[in-house]
């Protein structure tokens, strides 16, 4: 039996143990020496062991039954991932679909008023990056784009709408018996946008129509999200400076400024406060008015009237953005950086008096903080680790809010689905884009970016399962036919939408305004409480705080009441019949229900000022609008059953009261169940 557990031991470290410490005992010497020969093997053998357990052996000294690393096995790794993948050719515009424009158009379940597009980019692999053990790539779109198929007909055709592009991620791991495999994964995007891809082909794919919506008087929303070090700063940055050259190529003088300030939790840092200037107190805030709008308190605001001046200031950002070094990245963008564009109306400031102008364009820019594995954030500081918990909250405020407002989407799901946008600051900022009840487009691209290499290789693959859901096309359900809602106006034809124009310009407008928005507005201007308004202590400031807020108020009671004077006198004029006639084909002018439902404001200023001039025209543009907007937002709420027939207020009604006659019915016999018993007892 000894000889049996010896020679066991023994055979499990002869390849690390010397010669002469491996020396078996001898059966002619002396059980007593054949004991000390083979404890002084033991720890021979053991010693060996413990400095093969601190030093790992070449591969050619490997113990037998250890595996081998990834890095170890680059070579053969290398020779499947290419036999994988191969050599991608550069990929081409030609083929992609406006998935922008074609979602923005999808009116299944009325219409789609915010539309979220999920897209990957691949960095390229770089220099230094080649010559690593684990730097060869395993992340890469697939060769063609794939578009979805559904029946129609006995046959199959391809849908704009279902048009998606894929990537491909083959994670190197060793089997257990040490031969080199991949595991392949894949996942489906809007657009995909391969390491050969500039930023211009970004931009033009889906920066260029997002800065459109903003000149049109909409919001557009670009995010960029991934792992620290895959290119999210690198690629924001570039959507700013075309985004900058494309605003200005109109030329059409039109109001733009812009804003920038970095957000980590709860604390926002003004990224182009004036240094020299005093500190306000709390600092950057961001809250909702009492008319739900929400305000930012505290943030500079810096007009720029040509290309330069606008790049000037991105680069004042770029350069006060907080940064920190991290395991993957030495220059880590350690919190949510964030750029408004807001964008006017050309001609605006003749109008704007009165709140007479089209609602001026939104364009966000963020810069989400990059995300980390626990394995690459063991060795952070205890300030760094609480950074990494702010921003992993964020983003799953930010997830869920995103997949919350594409569930309310869903026919009848609007009033039984919550958003929760007052979460974060950062979803609270853009509660544009989730609140259903908001009164224009919006329009939101999630970028996600991945790093190539092999070392990354996990966190690419989370990085792609977190975005990829985001991803959904609102679209009809083949087993559900919903009843259709005859008060949609995005379902009209180009008939009954000329009709019910025509209706609303006869009607007249409301001379009443909206006190709920007017009170807010005397409330705030009377206090001083304005974006640019000095806070502080001293009796200088607060002089002069008293006579700006005076200014202001004086200001917004005279426009209110110029703004009601022409109300009136237009309303005067409708129903005297001395005012020309309007003409609701010239407005409405061949489109659609769904297409003058996504007509921007501005353009519908443009119509009906060509037969409306001056203050009574954008008068009457704006209640055009607002009374076009309420029929949206109703249809896009409407209540259905779950078999998408329209339950009618009236029948929501009843069935609300037949469940409390039922509840109270329950209670009584509930209550006289509990008498019997008693009385029983």
């Not at 807001?342 to 400031?349: D, E, H, I, L, Q």
């Not at 009843?483 to 000329?498: C, K």
Request: aromatic letters at 4%; one cysteine or more; hydrophobic letters at 40%.
């Amino acid at each position: 039996q000894f000889w049996a557990i010896t020679s066991t031991f023994l055979r499990g470290n002869m390849s690390s143990a010397t010669p002469t410490a491996a020396v078996l005992p001898d059966a002619s010497a002396g059980g007593a020496g054949g004991v000390a020969q083979v404890a002084s093997s033991t720890i021979a053998s053991t010693a060996t062991s413990h400095t093969t357990r601190k030093n790992p052996p070449t591969l050619t000294s490997r113990p037998k039954g250890v595996k081998q690393s990834v890095a170890e096995l680059s070579a053969e790794f290398r020779a499947l991932v290419n036999a994988k993948i191969g050599d991608n050719p550069p990929r081409t515009m030609q083929g992609r679909v406006d998935v922008l424009a074609v979602k923005s158009a999808n009116a299944v379940n009325g219409l789609e008023t915010s539309t979220f597009t999920v897209c990957t980019r691949i960095r390229p692999t770089l220099g230094a990056e080649r010559e690593q053990p684990e730097g060869f790539v395993v992340v890469a779109p697939d060769l063609a784009p794939t578009k979805m198929k559904m029946k129609k007909g006995g046959k199959k055709v391809a849908s704009a709408l279902d048009y998606t592009e894929r990537v491909r991620v083959l994670t190197p791991k060793v089997s257990v018996r040490g031969a080199p495999t991949l595991e392949s994964s894949s996942s489906e995007f809007d657009f995909c946008f391969g390491p050969e891809e500039d930023n211009g082909t970004v931009f033009d794919q889906v920066g260029g129509p997002l800065t459109t919506r903003a000149m049109e008087g909409q919001v557009g929303v670009v995010f960029a999200y991934g792992q620290t070090g895959s290119g999210k700063t690198y690629t924001m940055n570039g959507l700013m400076d075309h985004t900058a050259e494309q605003l200005y190529e109109r030329g059409d003088g039109r109001a733009i400024s812009f804003q920038y300030f970095e957000l980590l939790g709860n604390t926002l840092t003004d990224c182009l406060a004036d240094p020299k200037a005093p500190t306000h107190q709390g600092g950057v805030q961001i809250g909702e008015a009492l008319d739900g709008r929400v305000i930012t308190r505290n943030l500079s605001s810096h007009p720029a009237s040509s290309v330069a001046e606008l790049k000037t200031l991105i680069d004042v950002a770029k350069r006060n953005r907080t940064t920190a070094c991290t395991e993957r990245n030495d220059e880590s963008s350690r919190s949510h950086g964030i750029a408004i564009i807001t964008v006017g109306m050309p001609g605006s400031a003749d109008t704007d008096a009165g709140g007479l102008a089209p609602t001026s364009g939104k364009l966000y820019i963020i810069d989400l903080a990059g995300s980390e594995r626990a394995a690459d954030s063991k060795h952070h500081s205890k300030e760094r680790m609480a950074e990494t918990k702010q921003i992993n909250l964020s983003l799953m405020a930010l997830k869920d809010c995103i997949r919350a407002r594409t569930q309310a989407s869903a026919p009848g799901a609007a009033k039984t689905v919550h958003v929760p946008f007052r979460r974060s600051k950062l979803t609270l900022l853009l509660k544009d884009v989730f609140d259903i009840g908001c009164a224009r487009m919006c329009a939101t691209v999630v970028i996600a970016a991945v790093s190539p290499l092999a070392r990354d290789a996990a966190h690419s693959v989370n990085t792609l399962k977190y975005a990829s859901p985001l991803r959904v096309a609102v679209r009809k359900s083949s087993k559900l036919k919903l009843e259709v809602d005859a008060h949609d106006p995005a379902l009209w034809s180009n008939t009954q939408m000329v009709a019910w124009v025509q209706t609303t310009c006869t009607a007249g407008v409301k001379t009443e305004p909206d006190h709920a928005h007017r009170v807010q507005q005397i409330w705030t201007a009377e206090r001083g409480i304005t974006a640019e308004a000095p806070i502080g202590h001293s009796v200088e400031v607060e002089a002069a705080r008293a006579r700006k807020a005076a200014a202001a108020a004086e200001s917004l009671q005279r426009a209110i009441d110029d703004e009601e004077h022409v109300k009136v006198e237009l309303l005067a004029s409708l129903s005297a019949g001395t005012m020309p006639s309007v003409n609701a084909t010239a407005i409405v002018d061949g489109l659609t229900g769904v297409q003058m439902c996504a007509l921007p404001e501005i353009e519908l200023h443009r119509r009906v000022q060509l037969q409306l001039a001056g203050s009574a025209g954008a008068v009457l543009a704006k209640h055009i609008h607002s009374e076009l907007w309420t029929l949206i937002h109703d249809a896009k709420t409407r209540s259905r059953r779950p078999d998408g027939t329209i339950i009618t207020p009236d029948q929501e009604e009843a069935e609300r009261q037949a469940k409390e006659e039922a509840a109270l019915a329950k209670a009584v016999v509930w209550k006289e169940r509990e008498r019997q018993l008693n009385a029983t007892d």
